[in-house]
């Protein structure tokens, strides 16, 4: 069985990052740029790199971009060429396609011509780090969906000496306890009968609800 | 108790994705930007908003910053603000300073002024990206230490049809199953009883040996 083989198109800092990330984990990687100064500064790192117009079919044709698993287009500001490399891909028939969004209303022309997933990469890093910040974690809080999250999280005072059965997480918070780590020792399934000191730090999942309440316990707010 | 209090300079997409995110888990939250249309037209989301060049230390003495509990400055492409703002921030006596960079001097350049934290948002979901892509995951693989993370994977073709607990994930693999999807839908807690079916992903936690054990089982490294 052959590794997936991946071509991107773009190379700003999400592009160059991304196709270096995939290349050293050992896959195939071509990458494509109109500007030939970025292609040569990748052509090391990269198993193909090919100075070109993503946004034309004859291109992408003679490049023999329809054997590729998973194309990337990373292509933000001019979005035209974004629009047009990404409906050119999946025109090719691409499985895969991932595209960058600079915007939500280009997001939506994206979702519109086919693109199989879209990243916001400047918005979904807003939000990733305000989540950080606000649960002061070391562990990101973790978005299972729109409905449910994975946080870690230190015990609220009126918890301490209690065991997990009487505290009772999933009736009274409806989380449920994941782990718990003390003194560095993470325990995956810790017994209904664990009592809880101060200084553990727990790792739950809930609703996004749920642990916005428990953590404004938490900061008292 | 009273809740953090996060000043925001730089209104690109991070910075207002981060401000937004913030204020609606009911933070209070002041931005800062020298253009007064991005000033209005966030100001209806966040606690105040105020236009005002942030590489000036009279400006940050007026507008109180000195009693903000973090700071995050969020301007990228004009990096001698983004420098300059940062230095101030860090005189002024803010105990958390987070930075986000637009390349690897940059980075270098906020680490030595006093930068508590650093962010480069397009790179960091390069590597998110190409991780993701590899694993084949929605979800990414999570590092709870170095011995144990949390993945989320598709079944394997012979848990078809067998319930959880036939399956005996923690007797037979070492790993719990967290959560389970089907149809769109998930289930934090799904029943001993719950029968597996071909569509179903699973959330797991266990140890990242016994993970890559079944990771190199379902992809057939
Ligand atoms: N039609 C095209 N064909 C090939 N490459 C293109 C095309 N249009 C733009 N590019 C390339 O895409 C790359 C990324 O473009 P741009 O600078 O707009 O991205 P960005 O979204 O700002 O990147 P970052 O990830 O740094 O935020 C540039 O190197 C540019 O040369
Ligand atoms: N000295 C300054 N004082 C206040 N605001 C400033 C200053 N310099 C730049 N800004 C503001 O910072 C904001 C973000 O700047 P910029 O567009 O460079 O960010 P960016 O890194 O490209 O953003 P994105 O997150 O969209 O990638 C702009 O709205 C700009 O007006
Ligand atoms: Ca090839
Ligand atoms: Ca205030
Ligand atoms: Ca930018
Ligand atoms: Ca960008």
Known sequence: MRGKQFVIFGLGRFGISLATTL?????????????????QEIAPFVTHAVQADAAD???????????????????????????????????????????????????RVLRKIGADRIILPEQEMGIRIANNLISGNILDHIQLSSEYSIIEMGILPEWRGKSIIELDPRGVYGI?????????VIDISPSPNYILEQEDTLVVVGSNKQIQILEAKRYGK
């Open 23 to 39: 290349s050293e984990a050992g896959y195939e990687v071509m990458v494509v740029d109109k500007c030939e100064e970025s292609i």
């Open 57 to 107: 079919m004859d291109t992408l044709k003679s490049l023999g971009i329809r054997n590729f698993d998973v194309a990337i287009v990373a292509i933000g500001k001019d979005i035209q060429s974004s629009i047009m490399t990404t409906l050119l891909l999946k025109e090719l028939g691409i499985p895969y396609v991932v595209a960058k969004a600079s915007s939500e209303i280009h997001e």
């Open 176 to 184: 449920n306890i994941i782990a718990v780590q003390r003194g560095g």
